[in-house]
């Protein structure tokens, strides 16, 4: 299978942080998430993977080019959207559509022009009028208006209403369809995740905790609720974190329709990624 993104041992060190040798990969046609708490590390490696910050060492590939040696041609492949407006605020979406297509040569007028109205973009309004929510849609518009093959969304979709969220994660579903390309997209909002993720890859600390497939994480994982004599009954093995809240245990485990056999007399639920994220940081192993 084709990466479209490829990242091997990444590190780089600040003097109170280090991202510590992450590794993962986007296959092409899937939509990879990036998750982790406040400070793991998802702006860094993104940072790292656009070349905005020197990595300290590590490989990274983008579309079979290494950034080290990048030229011009694979730049315009990739499409970035970070969480904040960069274009000037004096311009109208029609006047920045003629600067970049002076920038882009795969810029398409046409698609822009109807995703600025199929999000609901003032086109003739000049960008210091709009909103947060309106300047982000714009970011994510002009990011997919010349044909990226890689879309790299950096909390780009935080600011933004669950109505236009649902809009953008179709075209993210759109965008994928033809197994062409790829979108890395962190998020604290990981119902959305849910919604479209193939694979999530968890940052803590500036290591990598995990990194599968969305399906494995909501089909499998699961939480055992119980009280202290059942939680002294299970097999420790079992447990990949818990904790404890007032009277009941909460366990994480990793196939919960076997806990589900062993446990006859304990609640075993899904787990959703915020409670996977929740339990493997608060809880304890
Ligand atoms: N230029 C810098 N100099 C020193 N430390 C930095 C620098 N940039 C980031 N850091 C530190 O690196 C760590 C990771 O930051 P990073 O922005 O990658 O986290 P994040 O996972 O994106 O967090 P958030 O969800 O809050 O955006 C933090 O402790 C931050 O203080």
């Known amino acids: 299978m084709n990466a479209a993104l490829t990242i091997t041992g990444l590190t780089k060190k600040y003097s109170n942080f280090t991202l510590d040798n992450i590794s993962f990969?986007?296959?092409s046609g899937s939509i990879v998430g990036l998750i982790g708490e406040n400070g793991a590390g998802k702006s860094t490696?993104?940072?790292?993977?656009?070349g905005l910050i020197k990595k300290d060492s590590g490989k990274i590939m983008i579309l079979g080019h290494d950034i080290d040696s990048f030229d011009?041609?694979?730049k315009e492949k990739v499409g970035v959207v970070f969480d904040g407006s960069n274009f000037s605020e004096e311009l109208t979406p029609i006047k920045l559509s003629k600067v970049l297509c002076n920038i882009y040569s795969s810029w398409d007028k046409p698609y822009y022009n109807n995703l600025l109205s199929r999000l609901g973009i003032p086109a003739s309004k000049k960008i210091k009028t709009f909103s947060k929510g309106m300047k982000m849609k714009l970011s994510i518009v002009v990011?997919?208006?010349h044909h990226p093959h890689l879309?790299?969304?950096d909390e780009a979709t935080s600011g933004l209403d669950p109505i236009v969220r649902d809009d953008i994660l179709d075209m993210f579903l759109e965008f994928v369809q033809d197994e062409e390309h790829s979108i890395l997209v962190s998020s604290h909002i990981t119902s959305d995740l849910e919604k479209v993720a193939d694979y999530i890859v968890?940052?803590?600390a500036g290591k990598i905790i995990f990194c599968k497939t969305k399906d494995e994480l909501l089909e499998y994982y699961g939480i055992i609720k119980c009280g202290a004599a059942q939680f002294d009954a299970i097999d420790k093995?079992?447990?990949i974190a818990y904790r404890k809240q007032d009277y009941e245990w909460q366990i994480l485990v990793a196939n919960r329709g076997r806990a589900v056999k062993k446990y006859p007399k304990a609640i075993v639920i899904p787990a959703t990624i915020d409670e996977i994220m929740l339990l493997y940081v608060?809880?304890?192993n």
């Open 25 to 27: 990969s986007i296959p």
């Open 45 to 50: 490696t993104v940072n790292s993977i656009l």
């Open 72 to 74: 011009y041609a694979v």
């Open 143 to 145: 990011a997919f208006a």
């Open 151 to 153: 879309l790299i969304l």
């Open 202 to 204: 968890f940052i803590h």
């Open 237 to 239: 093995n079992d447990i």
């Open 282 to 284: 608060k809880g304890e």
